[in-house]
């Protein structure tokens, strides 16, 4: 899979219009000449099944080659950004799935309460809600107008040190996972609802309510491991939409991890930095899977032997 998704992102992007000697990144005095011993230099005067194959062949070695725009090794451009935006895509995910667990049984549980329509109501506006708009409404609220949180970085102005440090950062980051969960929960409260609301209606819970069992128990018993597969499942799916979106926010928030990289490298046509941060997504994404696939197999033994 990791394969096929090379070749499909490597033809992709070579074969869109423009370049990166073509977008203004280089000094406007550069002649014709120089550019094409550039291109002679980073190999993209020949064919593109050759510089496909030099490509993977390095890339096997672990040697996503040197960026265009920055002259630097992409392994350690990405190795450097790429910490942050695993924290902030696996916190949101974390967050996800408490929420929208503790949510969803809760409006199953209260079918057609009030509290049930509400959150429909708040589930359908989160679903809605494009984040790049929710972020800039955020920033514009809570950061200029209150000035609660910082509008944009990871760190402030004056630099921290130790543990303040750290607390500095977190608190950078609480509206851009703010955007990220409130995006995220949204379908996946409505879905938790919908299975649990399937399961109650089952026979084996009626059974069991009528040995008059303890709500926790049925909770623990019945509900959550009926739960747990296809939730998990869906989580797996929605990796890369979690790592899309870091795209976005960290160029909206200003952080210096893998989205705005990805950002920076698409305006500029930098491949080697773009193709480096697709490999990268589409490996997260495919363990993430596996270990989602790898989950399943614990919660239900009898999926190995079918």
Known sequence: MLFIISIISFLAI?????????????????????????????????????????????????DFG???????????????????TLIINIISMVLIFVISLYLGIKA??????????????????????????????????????????????????????????????????????????????????????SLSIDILKSDYLFFALSRGLDERVILKRYILPNLYPPLITMLGLSLPALISGSVILESIFSINGMGLLFYQSALSRDYPVIMGILIISAFLTLIGNIL???????????FKRA
């Open 292 to 302: 989602a696939d790898l989950i399943l197999l614990k919660l239900n033994p009898h």
């Open 108 to 193: 199953a549980l209260k079918q057609d309460s009030l509290f049930d329509k509400a959150l429909k109501q708040l589930s359908l506006f989160s679903y809605a809600m494009p984040p790049f708009y929710l972020a800039l409404l955020l920033i514009i609220l809570f950061s200029v107008n209150l000035g609660w949180f910082p509008i944009s970085g990871l760190e402030s102005i004056e630099p921290k040190e130790g543990i303040y440090k750290f607390f500095d950062q977190a608190w950078h980051l609480i509206l851009p996972i703010f955007v990220m969960v409130f995006g995220g929960v949204g379908s996946l409260i409505m879905y938790v609802r």
């Open 14 to 62: 070579h074969l869109a219009p423009n370049s990166f000697f073509a977008s203004g990144e280089l000094n406007p005095n550069i002649t014709q000449e120089s550019i094409e011993h550039l291109k002679e230099i980073y190999g993209l005067d020949k064919p593109l099944y050759i510089q496909y194959f030099s490509w993977i062949t390095a890339l096997l070695r672990l």
């Open 66 to 84: 040197i960026s265009f725009a920055s002259g630097k090794f992409v392994k350690d451009e990405i190795l450097s950004r790429l910490p942050i």
